[in-house]
Structure formats: C-alpha cells, structure tokens
Nanobody
C-alpha cells in the first residue's frame, strides 16, 4: 500500500488543521494506522494510532485532548484533526501502516507516507 499525507500548513497558536492520509495500490482496512511526527533535530515521536475498525485509538501524552484520529475505510483515508495547536506541535507529520503489533512503537510500521509539514507560529 502507498500512503500520501496532506493537509499540513502554517497556522497560528490555537488554530486547527486536519491532516489526511490517503492510500493507493491497496486498502487500509486491514492495517493499524498511525501518525508520527519529527521536529528538526529530534527523533520521531508517536502521535496517534487507530485500529482497523476504528474502535481502538491511542494518543501521545502531548496531544491527548487536542488531536483526534479517525478513519474512513471506504474512502481509504485516515485523518488527524488537530485543535488548539501549539508551537511545539511544529514538525513533519507522517502516516504509517502496520498489520498488527504495538500501536505505539515505530518499529513494525511497514508502510510510510512522505510527510506533511505543520508549522505553528506563536
């Protein structure tokens, strides 16, 4: 499956963005889907993940209560709604897919999108 993330951009503190991760050459319905981010000079950070059916979701501590992950298997797309954005949310955001295993661990995610840049100005 090929993944393409989009929806990033420049937003002021307190603003919102919705990221999308569209899949092609395959269906996402059998995959756990995750979002990770990487800020300059930092390692990848787990943001959120969602089970194949959408019933189970996980969030990193830094985004809990502000971000919401969802998926539309019919549209072959995963979303990340980001509200109350802060400057520390500035990063390149990646979507990823895995068949099974730990939702939070970056290792094991087999397919990755190219990333979309989110910049939050203060």
């Amino acid at each position: 499956v090929q993944l393409q993330a989009s929806g990033g951009g420049l937003v002021q503190t307190g603003g919102s963005l919705r990221l999308s991760c569209a899949a092609s050459e395959g269906t996402i319905s059998t995959y756990i889907m995750g979002w990770f981010r990487q800020a300059p000079g930092k390692e990848h950070e787990f943001v959120s993940a969602i089970s194949q059916t959408g019933e189970i979701t996980y969030y990193g501590d830094s985004v809990k209560g502000r971000f919401t992950i969802s998926r539309d298997n019919a549209e072959n797309t995963v979303y990340l709604q980001m509200n109350s954005l802060k400057p520390e949310d500035t990063a390149n955001y990646y979507c990823a897919a895995r068949y099974s295993g730990s939702y939070l661990a970056i290792g094991g995610y087999e397919y990755w999108g190219q990333g979309t840049q989110v910049t939050v100005s203060s």
